[in-house]
């Protein structure tokens, strides 16, 4: 059985390719980051490690937000190629999972920079400038006070359920999951049909 890696740039039914697997973990990598500041912060923001991973939230807030419009981009530039989620109920599981996980990874960080934008203090990023100081409105505020921490936690569980789940597939079902995000291939399963309706898995 062959464990190579693909390095085709594209998705395909057996994994992902280099830009999704490239933008899946480095974007895991930043989030781990972002939710370590949402924690210590929740747990005691005036504790110094608190303090220093807090000064990343926001900058790495909105580099996620790019980084997600990015990938969902090249998601749907790639749909009909993608590896398919499966059938039945457990399919239609792993496909509501992903799309609840793309709608939070956009509404946390697009809710908290309309909340700075009705600050109206201004935003900048890198030392480059969002938007620039204006007139203070509570209204653009209100959605982020109201659901921002909140959404930010449910985003949390369903990553905590995604990676539980990953294990689930490896463990009790045998399936290689993992591999169409590392190698960018399954080496478990084969894919029936053609390349590019990305259809149905056989298990073996
Ligand atoms: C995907 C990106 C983001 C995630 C996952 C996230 C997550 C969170 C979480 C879980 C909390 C609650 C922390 C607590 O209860 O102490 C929080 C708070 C906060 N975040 Fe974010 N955040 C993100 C992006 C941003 C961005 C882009 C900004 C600013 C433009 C921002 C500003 C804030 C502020 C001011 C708070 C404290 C007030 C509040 O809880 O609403 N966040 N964030
Ligand atoms: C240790 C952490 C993680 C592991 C082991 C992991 C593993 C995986 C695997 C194996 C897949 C392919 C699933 C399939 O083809 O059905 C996948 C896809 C996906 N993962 Fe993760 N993941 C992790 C963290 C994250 C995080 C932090 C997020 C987002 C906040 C995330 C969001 C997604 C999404 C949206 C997909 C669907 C494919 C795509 O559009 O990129 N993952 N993950």
Redesign the pocket.
């Known amino acids: 059985m062959s464990r190579q890696t693909t390095a085709s740039i594209w998705d395909r039914p057996q994994g ?1 390719g280099l830009v ?1 697997r490239t ?2 973990w480095l ?2 990598a930043l ?1 781990a980051v972002q939710f370590l500041s949402a924690i210590l912060h929740f747990i005691d923001r005036e504790l110094p490690l608190a303090r220093t991973v807090w000064g990343l939230h926001y900058t790495l807030g909105f580099t996620l937000l790019v980084l997600v419009v990015l ?1 969902a981009i090249w ?1 749907v530039l790639n749909l009909r190629t993608r ?1 398919p ?1 499966g059938h039945g109920l457990v399919g239609l599981a ?1 496909l509501g999972g ?1 799309v609840a ?2 709608a939070l ?1 956009i509404f946390v960080p697009a809710v908290a920079l309309l909340r700075a934008y009705g600050g109206g203090r201004g935003f900048a990023v890198f030392g480059f400038p969002i938007f620039q100081p204006g007139t203070r409105d509570e209204a653009l505020m209100e959605p982020a006070h109201l659901l921002h921490g909140p959404a930010g936690w449910v ?1 949390l569980a369903l ?1 905590v359920g ?2 539980l789940m ?1 294990f689930v597939h490896k463990h009790v079902w045998r399936e290689d ?2 591999g ?2 590392t190698r960018g291939r399954q080496d478990d399963a084969s894919v029936s049909g053609p390349a590019s309706t990305g259809r149905a898995i056989e298990q073996n």
Do not use: E, K, N, T
């Open positions: 992902y999704s933008l899946h974007m895991a989030f990938r998601g590896p989620h792993a992903h996980l793309y990874m985003l990553v995604h990676v990953v999951i993992l169409r995000m």
